[in-house]
């Protein structure tokens, strides 16, 4: 059993081993193509199916891809049909050049399982390239007499193509003086050599022209063709010679560089490198070579330096030219100098005064300068002046002096400075002439007030502007310069109306802006004018002034004004209109103006509110009140209108008028409605008036209790701090504790102040609140002091009274609520309805609360003395007969004593008995509570 496993894993081993072996034998066999180039793309090279022996479908389903060994793709398989077809259009010659074979490889990769196929396409060559020569024509020189059967190698023609389609053969056309021998070299190339049959002579023929032809063996056969130009060189057998064998010229002295003083010539019958003639000097001095110049190749001879006759009146040179062989020839050139007037006259400056003062006398001396020429006679004599357009002239003093002085007035402002050419000329043939220009400056006198660049100024300013406007600018310019041009603006002392121009406008003295200091009012000051002065810092200074006129623009701030009707009269008028009035009766007309000006106080009229708004209409522009229907029996007697009267500002503002017309049937009718209306606005007027003066009062008086209220609680609130003294028993110090023992007693009536501390939570519906012991005075440390025993006394079984009250108190009950109708204030239902007052402020609130809690204690020990009965508590004396003890909620319930743990409840017997017999609606609740 053991023995037949172990020899299947064997044979499955030797299984995987054949069919690796199988597969690897697939992947190494190569499968070769062939494709000639330049075919065109998507030719078809093969079809790998059939040559993989694989279905179509299983190119596709065994996801078949072609992958390249090259950079480009040059094929790509079709899956669909299984066909290999050209991607890209394949050139031979760039793909391999002259190598053979040229091959492209490439792999078919299988996948499921994977298999590769490698593949290999041969690229066939095609005649596609003709042969070709590196140029279009070869030059060749040959000398004449050379040997026959010479050889001279050609260059060969390139061909891209290879095997039979490259270079098979060259050829010439005959002539008698050159054959061609083509020949063969180890790598197959050929190439030809020139192979010369007979003599060259270059008197018979310079020149000869060849066409070298070179083929290739491809079919069509292609060609390509040079052109040989051979060149016949001739032998050097003649000497140069000279059209002269000397040379005269003249030249002027001083003449320019480069000049050509002569040119000789010479001629030698060769051609060529022989006939090439070179020229040079033959054994002359150095200055000769420092004074001319001689082409080798032209034989022209110019100037190089100076030429001058003082020094030397002529010059003789020798001559040699040479030709490309080395034969030479010689000549002499004999120059002559002539003299000229070549020296200028020189102008040289003496003095100078740069700058002058434009205010200089005439006949002040400027420069003094001296003319000086180095020919001589007519040459050496100079004649020396100025431009004609400078107030300046020349005058002569010593020999060959002259100075420059004024002869005008100056100005800086029109002229800040003259460049005076001086001009010195001899007379010489020709004439010489030199120039000096002398800058002459002129400094600045303060001489030109400041002049404003207009002759008045036009400011507009929107009235009611802000403070620090910027309404304008004034320029002036000086046309002096530095500290004579600053210019400082002012201006000049005047009144706008009252007011002097300082408290409405102010100029910056720099820039000259003009600013408004204060809002303007354009129906007070329409437009004023202000005097500008300008100022230079010049020394003395001058000025200049400007009026400066600012004229208010108009804005819409006035609202029109009612002129008729009056409306500020305390009985308004009445308008009579009969009941016999037709459409169109004028019943008034409403007159009103506007202080504003233009298209502000134009004015529009339109009826804003009617008794009977069909009856009347008003004029658009006039305010004419007319009826706009005859007047019928139902009309009311007495109509009221409101006309509004608008403006055609922007925005627009408007006013109305009342008016009051009554329709009556006769003028005695009317009399008496007149005598009767205006008794009942009186009394209505009279009505208003005390309901004004009512309300007035009762918001003082308001004013005054809260005031009061607030007073009283900050003067309370600050002795309470001040008698509170932290200790462990909890107590209160007050220094000023009345020693009378009748008001210590326990009467009831509160003798004991309460300080208490309110905790409210946002969460809870209700407020508790936090009683602090009460505050028990300090008695004095003197045992003399009147009272003092029987206050100790009284101290001592006040406070036994109260521990043992609560001992004797209940727990406390939080579910103690006031009901909506028994809360004090304006929450509860009774507020003000009942005979009693219930607190309306916190001070009386909180005044409640403490004898609230005190009557409390008191009324659970059964001896209350507050005054008020049984039940009431005292408190009905001043919060009115409703408000008994039933309205009280049980404070006790949350009150706990700081630094103990008991707690003050209220007691079963006497508080609970009372509030059950007329609480009414908590009589139940109470009563669970209790059993509680």
Same mark, same amino acid.
């Given at each position: 059993m053991a023995g037949g496993m172990e020899t299947r894993p064997r044979k499955r081993q030797v299984l995987c081993f054949f069919l690796c072996l199988c597969v690897s034998l697939v992947a190494c066999e190569t499968i070769r193509y062939s494709v000639r180039e330049e075919k065109k793309s998507g030719s078809l090279v093969a079809n790998v199916a059939k040559d993989l022996k694989l279905d179509v479908g299983e190119l596709s389903g065994r996801s078949a891809r072609l992958v390249s060994k090259n950079t480009k793709e040059y094929f790509e398989l079709n899956t669909s049909s299984g066909d290999v077809i050209i991607k890209e259009k394949i050139d031979r010659e760039d793909l391999c050049g002259q190598s053979d074979p040229c091959l492209l490889q490439f792999e078919i990769v299988l996948e499921n399982p994977l298999q590769l196929y490698r593949m290999e396409v041969q690229i066939h060559d095609v005649n596609d390239n003709s042969p070709k020569f590196s140029k279009n024509e070869f030059p060749l020189e040959l000398p004449e007499h050379l040997p026959v059967n010479s050889r001279f190698p050609l260059e060969r023609a390139q061909d891209s193509d290879i095997g039979t389609n490259g270079i098979q053969s060259y050829a010439i056309l005959s002539n008698?003086?050159?054959?061609?021998?083509?020949?063969?070299?180890?790598?197959?190339?050929?190439?030809?050599?020139?192979?010369?049959?007979?003599?060259?002579?270059?008197?018979?023929?310079?020149?000869?022209?060849?066409?070298?032809?070179?083929?290739?063996?491809?079919?069509?056969?292609?060609?390509?063709?040079?052109?040989?130009?051979?060149?016949?060189?001739?032998?050097?057998?003649?000497?140069?010679?000279?059209?002269?064998?000397?040379?005269k010229v003249q030249l002027m002295e001083n003449s320019p560089q480069d000049t050509l003083v002569t040119k000789v010539e010479a001629s030698d019958l060769d051609q060529g490198p022989n006939a090439e003639i070179t020229y040079s000097f033959g054994q002359v001095p150095d200055r000769i070579l420092k004074l001319f110049k001689l082409n080798q190749f032209s034989g022209e001879i110019t100037v190089l330096g100076i030429i001058d006759c003082e020094e030397r009146s002529s010059y003789e040179m020798n001559i040699q030219a040479t030709d490309g062989g080395g034969l030479y020839a010689h000549c002499k050139v004999l120059v002559e100098i002539e003299d000229m007037n070549d020296n200028a006259p020189e102008v040289t400056l003496t003095s100078l005064s740069g700058t002058i003062p434009e205010d200089s006398s005439p006949e002040t001396v400027v420069a003094l300068f001296s003319v000086r020429d180095r020919d001589s006679g007519d040459n050496g004599r100079t004649v020396c002046s100025i431009q004609d357009n400078v107030p300046f002239a020349l005058k002569s003093t010593l020999k060959n002096y002259y100075e420059l002085v004024t002869q005008k007035p100056l100005d800086r402002e029109k002229v800040p400075e003259y460049n005076i050419s001086i001009t010195a000329t001899d007379r010489g043939t020709p004439r010489l002439t030199s120039v000096r220009v002398i800058c002459v400056q002129l400094s600045d006198i303060n001489d030109n007030p400041p002049v404003f660049n207009e002759s008045s100024y036009v400011m507009y300013l929107k009235e009611n502007n802000h403070p620090g406007l910027l309404i304008g600018t004034v320029h002036a310019a000086d046309l002096d310069t530095e500290q004579n041009a600053k210019v400082t603006y002012s201006?000049?002392?005047?009144?706008?109306?009252?007011?002097?121009?300082?408290?409405?406008?102010?100029?910056?003295?720099?820039?000259?802006?003009?600013?408004?200091?204060q809002s303007l009012d354009y129906e007070q000051t329409r437009d004023f004018q202000v005097t500008v002065r300008a100022a230079d810092g010049g020394s003395p200074p001058l000025s200049s002034e400007v009026i400066v006129r600012v004229v208010i623009i108009d804005e819409n701030d006035n609202a029109p004004f009612i002129l008729y009707p009056l409306q500020n009269s305390s009985s308004p008028a009445n308008d009579l209109v009969p009941r016999s009035a037709e459409a169109g009766y004028l019943v008034t007309k409403v007159v009103a103006v506007d202080g504003d000006s233009g298209q502000n106080s134009w004015l529009s009229y339109q009826l804003l509110k009617a008794t009977d708004p069909g009856l009347f209409a008003v004029?658009?522009?006039?305010?004419?009140?007319?009826?706009?229907?005859?007047?019928?029996?139902?009309?009311?007697?007495?109509?009221?209108?409101?006309?509004?009267?608008?403006?055609?500002g922007e925005p627009p503002r408007s006013t109305t008028s009342t008016l009051n017309v009554l329709l009556v049937d006769g003028f005695s009718d009317a009399y008496m409605q007149l005598l009767d209306v205006p008794q009942e606005e009186e009394q209505q007027d009279t009505i208003t008036l005390y309901l &004004?003066? *009512? /309300? @007035?009062?009762?918001?003082?008086?308001?004013?005054?209790? +809260?005031?009061?209220?607030?007073?009283?609680?900050?003067?309370?609130?600050?002795?309470?701090?001040?008698?509170?003294?932290?200790s462990s028993r909890n107590f209160y110090f007050e220094p000023n504790f009345p020693t009378n023992p009748a008001n210590t007693s326990v009467t009831g009536s509160l003798p004991q102040s309460y300080c208490y501390e309110v905790s409210l939570t946002t969460g809870s519906g209700t407020s508790e609140f936090k009683f602090l012991?009460?505050? &028990?005075? *300090? /008695? @004095?440390?003197?045992?003399?002091?009147?009272?003092?025993? +029987?206050?100790?006394?009284?101290?001592?079984?006040?406070?036994?009274?109260?521990?043992?009250?609560?001992?004797?108190?209940?727990?406390?009950?939080?579910?103690?609520?006031?009901?909506?109708?028994?809360?004090?204030?304006?929450?509860?239902?009774?507020?003000?309805?009942?005979?009693?007052?219930?607190?309306?402020?916190?001070?009386?609130?909180?005044?409640?609360?403490?004898?609230?809690?005190?009557?409390?204690?008191?009324?659970?020990?059964?001896n209350s003395t507050l005054g008020g009965g049984a039940g009431t508590m005292g408190l009905s004396t001043r919060y009115g007969p409703q408000f008994t003890l039933q309205h009280v909620p049980d404070y006790r319930q949350n009150v706990y004593i700081p630094g103990s743990t008991a707690t003050?409840?209220?007691?079963?017997?006497?508080?609970?008995?009372?509030?059950?017999?007329?609480?009414?609606g908590n009589k139940k609740k109470s009563g669970k509570k209790e059993k509680k």
């Open positions: 008698e003086h050159f054959s061609l021998d083509v020949q063969t070299r180890g790598d197959g190339s050929k190439y030809a050599e020139l192979v010369l049959e007979k003599q060259l002579d270059r008197e018979e023929q310079a020149q000869l022209m060849l066409i070298l032809t070179a083929a290739d063996g491809g079919l069509p056969q292609r060609t390509g063709t040079a052109q040989i130009r051979i060149n016949v060189l001739d032998s050097n057998d003649n000497f140069p010679q000279f059209s002269q064998s000397v040379y201006a000049l002392p005047g009144n706008i109306g009252d007011l002097p121009f300082s408290s409405s406008i102010s100029i910056n003295s720099e820039n000259g802006n003009v600013y408004a200091l004029g658009l522009q006039t305010g004419e009140v007319k009826t706009s229907r005859p007047i019928t029996s139902p009309d009311s007697v007495k109509q009221k209108l409101i006309v509004l009267v608008r403006d055609n &004004v003066i *009512s /309300l @007035s009062f009762v918001s003082f008086l308001f004013l005054v209790c +809260v005031v009061t209220i607030i007073a009283i609680r900050l003067y309370k609130t600050r002795q309470c701090r001040e008698r509170y003294v932290p012991r009460p505050l &028990v005075p *300090s /008695l @004095s440390a003197d045992p003399s002091a009147a009272g003092g025993s +029987v206050l100790d006394s009284q101290i001592n079984s006040q406070l036994k009274e109260e521990k043992e009250s609560l001992r004797e108190q209940a727990q406390p009950n939080p579910d103690w609520r006031f009901s909506q109708a028994q809360r004090p204030g304006t929450s509860g239902s009774q507020n003000g309805e009942e005979g009693g007052a219930w607190p309306n402020n916190q001070f009386d609130t909180e005044m409640l609360q403490a004898m609230i809690l005190a009557s409390a204690n008191e009324a659970a020990d059964g003050l409840s209220n007691s079963s017997g006497k508080r609970d008995g009372k509030s059950s017999g007329s609480s009414g």
